[in-house]
């Protein structure tokens, strides 16, 4: 955690209910640590979803941390498994990424449709699939 760079997710949920999630897709730190230690932050102060996490809550939330691979293009829906691949959709400068094995995101479809919603690209657009795969530490 130390001596390697990564995008990191940090999700958070109370009561089995997401509570925010922050992550990036590329390092923005000196390691994979602080990568942590800003996107924890971030996902209980800045997630645009939530209003902040209170001191009050901190015993009943629950950590999650992806530490994303490098991402690889994809030039074929066949190419895509939910469950195993999160997906960064790209046209321009907007992007819209889903983590891999999210609850309720049982296909590539879905998956697809839910990150192009996030990005704002519309699916008749000419638009870039990436895949990456996460070690998720719960």
Known sequence: MLNRRSGVFVTLKRDGQLRGCIGTIAPTQANIAEEIIQ?????????????????????????SVDVLEEPEPVDSIEHLDAKKYGIIVKKGLRRGVLLPNLEGVDTPEEQLAIALSKAGIEPHENYKVERFKVIRHE
Request: net charge negative; aromatic share 16%.
């Open 39 to 63: 996107n924890a932050i971030s996902a209980g102060t800045k997630d645009p979803r939530f209003y902040p996490v209170t001191e009050d809550e901190l015993p009943y939330i629950e950590y």
